[in-house]
């Protein structure tokens, strides 16, 4: 089993989502970050005064897989999420030792 974490930009969620369910991924965890990448943030004016926005507000998509479902959720996330400008993220692949159903107690690639 795989884990999938992307730190995605906040307006194409929508868009890996949908394309993650065409997959037939079936469950997926979404969490609201802030953060920075090479990119350190930008300047806004407000009031006119400047402040530096250090932490840009990103998405994080989480999801569990089984092996056989790397390859094409990685390349679908990375193919959505490109922009092809600074900040459109980063995906990380982890390996899950185990998985445990709460409900019903299933244990493993049965659990996800």
């Not at 402040?51 to 959505?80: A, S």
Request: proline fraction near 2%; hydrophobic fraction near 40%; glycine fraction near 8%.
């Amino acid at each position: 089993m795989k884990k999938v974490e992307a730190i995605i930009k906040p307006f194409k969620l929508d868009e890996i989502k949908d394309a993650l369910h065409e997959l037939d991924i079936q469950g997926i965890t979404v969490t609201e970050v802030k953060g920075f990448g090479r990119q350190k943030g930008h300047t806004e004016l407000y009031r006119g005064a400047e402040y530096v926005v250090d932490f840009l507000p990103k998405v994080k998509i989480e999801v569990v897989i089984h092996d056989d479902l790397l390859e094409r959720t990685v390349e679908t996330i990375q193919q959505t999420a490109h922009t092809g400008r600074i900040g459109d993220g980063k995906i990380f692949v982890y390996n899950i030792e185990n998985a445990i159903r709460i409900r019903t107690g299933e244990h493993g690639e049965d659990a996800i």
